[in-house]
Structures are given as C-alpha cells and as structure tokens.
C-alpha cells in the first residue's frame, strides 16, 4: 500500500511495525509516551503498546543508554531516544564505551542491538544545545553503526532494518526535514539499509550529501542544470560503514566531488570521504575534493543560523570552484 508520510509520520509507522513483529522491542526516552516526543514521533505508541514497552525516562541520558545495555543484555531491542542532538553528550561515556564495545569484548556472547534515535542538525530556530551535527564523533567509534535518512521511505524502512540489526545503530534524524512528504510503499522490499543512492544523474560533477543536506544538494543540482551543468547527487545514508562504491564509480566518471555537510568542516565526515575519494580515484580526478560545511565556530544563536548553514549559493560556489580547475 502507498501512502503520503512525512519523515515523521514513516518514522512513527516505522516503529509500530518494528514493535508489533518483534515483542521484545522496547522504547525509551523523555517524554516520548504519553507526550509522544517533542517532535511527536511516537505519538500513539504508549496508548497502544503500554508503559512497559514505550516508557517515559527521567531526564538523564547516561541512565537511559545504562538501562539499555543491561535490557540488550537480557536478550530485548531497546530503541532510546535523544531529545536533541546535543542532549546526547552525558550518554556520550555509554554509548562509546559500553555500548560500542560489549560485543566484541564478550567476544561475540553479548550482542548490543541497540537503536539511537538522534534529531540532528539546525534549521529550526532553537536555542543552544538543539542543533548539533555530532555524527563525526560516532562515525570514528568502531563498534557502532552510523545512518543518516534524508526522506519518508528511508525513515520508515531505515528504521526497522536498524531496530532488527544485531548490532549498535546510531539513527540521524534531520530534524528540520520532519515534515517533508513523499510516497511510501509500506508492502515494498526494501534495500539494503548500509548503502548509498545516486538519487540524480549527472556528468560534470559528484555531488555528496547526507540527512538534511540531500535536499539542498538536489536544488543545487536542479539550479545548476539551469546553467547547462550536469550534477550527479548521491545521498550517502550511512556514514559507518561508509559505501563508497558508487561514490567512485561516480567520480570515475564526472572527474570532480563535492562534500556537502552541516557540521564543521575540520575533521568531519568530508575529510574521510575526501581522502578515500582521492586515494581511489586519483588518476581520474580534474580537481581536488572540495568540501562544503558548517564553519569553525559553535552554532550561532538562531538569528544567525543561517548564516552558518551550508545553502544553495556556498554549494554551487564550490561547483563553480571545481569546474575551474
């Protein structure tokens, strides 16, 4: 059956699915039962599920991750969620040393199927500590898996396939990009959930975008297309593992790539993607990796958020950059 969602709204199926084929999924966070979320993504879940299986958390981070290892321990599918993005720095200590690494150093024994759900990125006008862009520190953790949706049918299957994985996922939210609409098939077989997606042809330049940044990357392409410029969009998805392939074959052929980021430029997910984009396809490249990004200040107070996010004019100045070498 196709439906119109928002990524809120797939997000929401999405967990009523995951709940209703598997018992042994259990929802934890602040706020998200009988307020559903502030964002109300689990909005419905505790009248239909009950206390026990949607619970309302106090608020600390570190004891909702803690009680999430010891239920993954006893064998459930905990799926925590963050508040905000910047909420989850106390649960940091958890999630890097507990969850990430249990599994390995029980040496196989304990599995951690673990879900983070984490509304990520500006956008919104919030006040500090709501618009983070934390992915790279997860990303660089081995043990943990790393997605980013950027649209309703990867939200609602992302999720699942996340929620049924045997190990630790970090699920990124764009948070400004809740109520954007597409169709989703809810009786589809879904892709696999560890890999990335050229969502647009193009011949002159690999566009690379991931979560809220996928949308910008399209209207860039579609504005440079005005302009005779073919650009080639690929949404990443998931940033640990990173999937790579259709990156380079892409860049074999366009010979120039863009990274497009909301969090800092320094040491962010670019700079992987660039030197392994350069490593591989050296030989097949016409101009250097160029990276677009937040910049190297902590993000601004709202009034000046979009001052510091990555638009349409700073991606097709770095297209422009590309193509002039």
């Not at 190990?167 to 560890?194: I, Q």
């Not at 996928?214 to 005005?226: D, F, I, N, R, S």
Request: charged share 25%.
């Amino acid at each position: 059956m196709t439906e119109t969602l928002t990524i809120g709204k797939a997000l929401n199926l999405g967990l009523r699915r995951a709940m209703e084929d598997d018992a042994k999924v259990v929802l934890m966070g602040e706020d998200i039962g009988r307020l559903g979320g502030v964002f109300r993504i689990t909005d419905g879940l505790q009248k239909d599920f009950g206390e026990d299986r949607v619970v309302d958390t106090p608020l600390a981070e570190a004891g909702i991750l803690g009680t999430a290892v010891g239920l993954a321990m006893r064998g459930y599918r905990p799926v925590c969620e963050i508040q905000f993005d910047g909420f989850v720095f106390p649960a940091y200590n958890q999630i890097v040393t507990q969850v990430a690494k249990i599994h390995a150093r029980s040496r196989g024994r304990l599995p951690m199927p673990i879900v983070i759900r984490i509304p990520f990125g500006g956008g919104i006008g919030a006040v500090e500590h709501h618009s983070e862009s934390p992915e790279a520190y997860f990303a660089h953790t081995p043990g943990l898996k790393v997605v980013a949706v950027s649209n309703p049918v990867d939200a609602y299957w992302g999720i699942q396939q996340a929620i049924a994985h045997p190990d630790p996922v970090v699920f990124l939210e764009p948070k400004r990009r809740y109520w954007e609409k597409a169709e989703v098939d809810t009786d589809a077989t879904p892709g696999p959930l560890f890999a990335s997606r050229v969502l647009r042809g193009g011949d002159d330049v690999t566009l690379l975008a991931y979560g809220p940044m996928v949308k910008t990357a399209l209207q860039a392409a579609e504005a440079a297309a005005e302009e005779g410029r073919s650009i080639e969009v690929v949404d990443l998805r998931t940033l640990s593992p990173l999937d790579l392939e259709p990156v380079f074959d892409s860049v074999r052929r366009t010979g120039r790539c863009v990274v497009v980021h909301e969090a800092a430029v320094t040491l962010g997910l670019g700079a992987e993607i660039a030197a392994r984009v350069t490593e591989t396809c050296f030989h097949s490249l016409e101009a250097p990796v160029l990276r677009v990004g937040g910049y190297d200040t902590p993000y601004p107070p709202s009034k000046l958020e979009e001052e510091y996010l990555p638009d349409l004019d700073r991606v097709l100045d770095a297209v422009d950059r590309s193509m002039g070498f």
